[in-house]
Every structure is written in C-alpha cells, then in structure tokens.
C-alpha cells in the first residue's frame, strides 16, 4: 500500500522517492520557490503534522531548521506505506485587534491600548509608523519571489565568465544574505514588533545595495564586451567602485539587523 501524502487538504499516494516539492506541484498546491527545487533559496518551507518517520533525515540545507518544518524539495518519500500531512506555510492579511470581547476574567468590554496598532494601512508603533500594508514580509516573504527570478537567473548565467567573477560572487553573496535576512525579520517579527522595527532601516539599506549591485554587474557584463572603449571602461571602472568601496557595507548592515532589538530596548532610561 503506497504512503498517502496530504498537502494543504489535498492528497495522492506517493512512491518512495518522491519529494514533498514535487507532490505538491502534481496536486497543483503552490509552494514558494526561487531556485527552483535546488535546496538553496530555503523558501519551500512546509510544516509535517503527520508522518514525519516517513520521510529523510534532515539535510544539510535543513540545519537551520527547528521542530517539524521541513523544506520540501528536500523532504522525500522513504516508506512504501504509511501516511503523512503537511502544510505550507502562507501568512494571511495581518490583522490587529484594538477592543476585546468578553475575556475569562470579565464580562465587560475592555478598550485596548496596545503598543502596535493600526491606522488605515500604517502600522504604528507606541504612535510611530514601523510599516505599511504592503510589505515585503507579507505571505512568508513570497513578494521577494519576483525579485529572486531575476536575479538569480543573472547570477547563473555568468558564473563561468571569469571577468564577471569580481562582480557575480559578491552579488550572490549578497542575494543569499537578503533572503536569509528576510527570513529572519518574518520569523523574529510575527512574534516581536520591537525585532522588526529595529531592523527596518538597515533592511531598506542592505535592500537597496543589492539592486544597485545588480544594476551595476549587468552594465559591467555589457561593457565587458567592448573592453578599450573609453565609455565602457569608465562603466567598468564605477561597477569596480562600487562593489570595493560601497557594497561591502552590506556586511555590517546584516550584523546590525541580527543583533535585533535587545540592545536598544535594554538600554537605561536614565541614560537618555
């Protein structure tokens, strides 16, 4: 009897072997992806409620991973029967309450005073504006997708030109760090406003170096082609400027956005 796979209420019997990925694509239940099942943008993530036993060992893309969520172009098939569920994870529209209704402890209505609330689209914090509705960190990071298509699709196609190796390393370098920090603020900032606040300008920082570094390794890739013309040697020259001078910044910015918010919230008061 072949293993019964739930994803996302929809089901089918899997042959050992089979990823969690490619189960879901023949149910037809969409599942994020930038790399297309290659194990390294870790945005498949899906959570096993049932059957986990059935499945392989975690990998080595999957060690950053706690409790029972996997990433399903990693998570294979290994018993020829049993059963497994799993979802994928898909935040819905953020929604923050402002008055409650008959708690335990009473049975009046209490007014709110919370420290995050909302203003038509604006998220406000203490009564300043963090973020707005639309964000990059809505729907578990899935906007970044149309970005990561891009951009990925460049980095693969010059990887084996070794003048672009100065430029193309440091921009997937750089990439992988945006989608890992992306990562970090969705996880750290569901359950921490104050994480997500405090990383908000470094993120629109380190966000802005990495289209700049694209925008400059695509014109260091056509001005490669007409190397001893003075125009395009002068692209090359500023593509070189900026990757040596000004995108190593990047690194710091990311040190400053994993630090969080405990060193600014921690601070005396007194000291102000």
Request: net charge neutral; with cysteine.
């Given at each position: 009897?072949?293993?019964?796979v739930e994803?996302?209420?929809?089901?089918m019997?899997?042959d050992?072997?089979?990823?969690l990925?490619?189960?879901a694509e023949?149910?037809?239940?969409?599942?994020p992806?930038?790399c297309?099942?290659?194990?390294?943008?870790r945005e498949c993530?899906?959570?096993i409620?049932?059957?986990?036993?059935f499945?392989?060992?975690?990998?080595?893309?999957?060690?950053?991973?706690?409790g029972?969520?996997?990433?399903?172009?990693?998570a294979?098939v290994?018993?020829d029967?049993?059963r497994?569920?799993?979802h994928?994870?898909?935040?819905?529209?953020m929604r923050?309450?402002q008055?409650?209704q008959?708690?335990p402890?009473?049975?009046h209505?209490?007014?709110?005073?919370?420290?995050?609330?909302?203003?038509?689209?604006?998220?406000?914090?203490?009564?300043?504006?963090?973020?707005r509705?639309?964000?990059?960190?809505?729907?578990m990071?899935?906007?970044?997708?149309?970005?990561?298509?891009p951009?990925?699709?460049f980095i693969?196609?010059?990887r084996g030109?070794p003048?672009?190796?100065?430029?193309n390393k440091?921009?997937?370098?750089?990439?992988?760090?945006l989608q890992?920090?992306?990562l970090?603020?969705?996880a750290?900032g569901?359950?921490?406003?104050?994480f997500l606040?405090?990383g908000a300008?470094?993120?629109?920082?380190?966000?802005g170096n990495?289209?700049l570094?694209?925008?400059?390794?695509?014109?260091a890739?056509?001005?490669?082609?007409?190397?001893?013309?003075?125009?395009?040697d002068a692209k090359?020259?500023?593509a070189?400027?900026?990757?040596?001078r000004?995108f190593p910044?990047?690194?710091g910015?990311?040190?400053k956005?994993?630090?969080?918010?405990?060193?600014?919230?921690?601070?005396p008061?007194?000291?102000?």
């Open positions: 009897m072949p293993v019964e994803i996302d209420k929809k089901s019997s899997a050992v072997g089979q990823s990925f490619e189960l023949m149910m037809q239940v969409q599942v992806t930038s297309i099942k290659n194990g390294k943008c993530l899906v959570e409620t049932e059957g986990e036993q499945l392989t060992p975690r990998s080595a893309q999957e060690e950053h991973l706690k029972r969520f996997r990433l399903s172009c990693r294979r290994v018993s029967s049993g497994i569920s799993c994928t994870l898909r935040r819905e529209a923050i309450e008055h409650t008959h708690l402890t009473s049975f209505d209490i007014p709110l005073a919370p420290a995050v609330s909302r203003q038509g689209d604006r998220i406000m914090l203490d009564g300043r504006e963090i973020a509705g639309r964000k990059i960190t809505q729907n990071g899935k906007n970044l997708r149309h970005l990561m298509w951009l990925t699709e693969e196609e010059n030109i003048e672009m190796s100065e430029f440091p921009l997937h370098q750089g990439v992988r760090g890992h920090l992306t970090l603020l969705i750290e569901q359950a921490n406003p104050h606040a405090a300008t470094d993120y629109c920082r380190y966000f990495i289209l570094a694209y925008m400059w390794a695509r014109m890739r056509v001005a490669l082609e007409s190397v001893g013309d003075p125009f395009y090359i020259a500023s070189r400027f900026f990757f040596k000004i910044e990047t690194v910015l990311a040190a956005i994993q630090a969080g918010h405990k060193p600014m919230m921690e601070y008061e007194a000291m102000m």
